[in-house]
């Protein structure tokens, strides 16, 4: 059974950008979130997708937006990129009555 | 959301047992307490999940008083390989909820 994945792994953009990240969550689970990961720092909620809409969103500007398709894969697009957003970016999955989120390896973003 | 509050950082040494108390004193009556476990430029890993009571699995046991204002992980005779950030997480079902992090506890085994 196939964990949570993402790609790519790493990342490198120049400011002013745009980038996508995507993921797959694990087998059976509907409920993607996404996170930003400053060193040094927990994770910050991002937004959440399920039933292909985003249902929760994070502190985050419009800049970051995500869609979810009927496979319940997902996609984290960031649109002129500043050097702040240089972060790892996890995806976790969960079900509908789950409590735990299953995370990916991230994806580590590099903006110079 | 119920805020969590844990110590910044821990040293231990190997083979010793480790307990990490996290203050939760707003939880609701619904929300579960959670714990997990990350590496340098990993995701977090789920390590234990409890309401109340003694939760006990193959890595760690998670102790969680009456009043469920706080928790307590519990990592026996830990390994250098235990060295990582660990996150107390208080919250209902992560699907419709944002799942707020914390700064985490820091812990450091030494031989």
């Known amino acids: 059974d196939a964990g949570v994945t993402q790609s790519p792994t790493h990342l490198i953009k120049t400011r002013g950008q745009q980038v996508t990240l995507r993921c797959s969550p694990k087998?059976?689970?509907?409920?993607v979130s996404w996170y930003q990961q400053a060193l040094g720092q927990g994770p910050q909620f991002i937004f959440q997708y399920y039933e292909e809409e985003e249902r929760q969103r994070g502190n985050f500007p419009d800049r970051f937006s995500g869609h979810q398709y009927p496979n319940y894969s997902s996609e984290l697009n960031v649109n002129a990129l500043l050097l702040g957003d240089s972060a790892l970016y996890l995806c976790a999955s969960s079900g509908r009555v789950t409590y735990e989120q299953y995370f990916g390896p991230g994806t580590r973003l590099t903006v110079t | 959301l119920a805020k969590t509050t844990q110590p910044i950082s821990m040293d231990s040494y190997e083979g010793q047992e480790v307990n990490i108390t996290c203050s939760h004193n707003?939880?609701?009556?619904?929300?579960?307490i959670t714990w997990y476990q990350q590496f340098p430029s990993q995701g977090p890993r789920f390590i234990i999940q409890g309401y109340k009571t003694k939760v006990t699995n193959e890595v760690a046991s998670l102790f969680i008083p009456a009043d469920r204002k706080s928790s307590t992980l519990s990592l026996p005779r830990v390994s250098l390989s235990d060295t990582a950030v660990y996150y107390c997480?208080?919250?209902?079902?992560?699907?419709?909820?944002?799942?707020?992090f914390g700064a985490g506890t820091r812990l450091f085994v030494k031989a």
């Open positions: 997480l208080v919250g209902d079902r992560p699907r419709g909820f944002k799942t707020i």
């Open positions: 087998s059976g689970h509907d409920t």
């Open positions: 707003n939880i609701a009556t619904n929300d579960y």
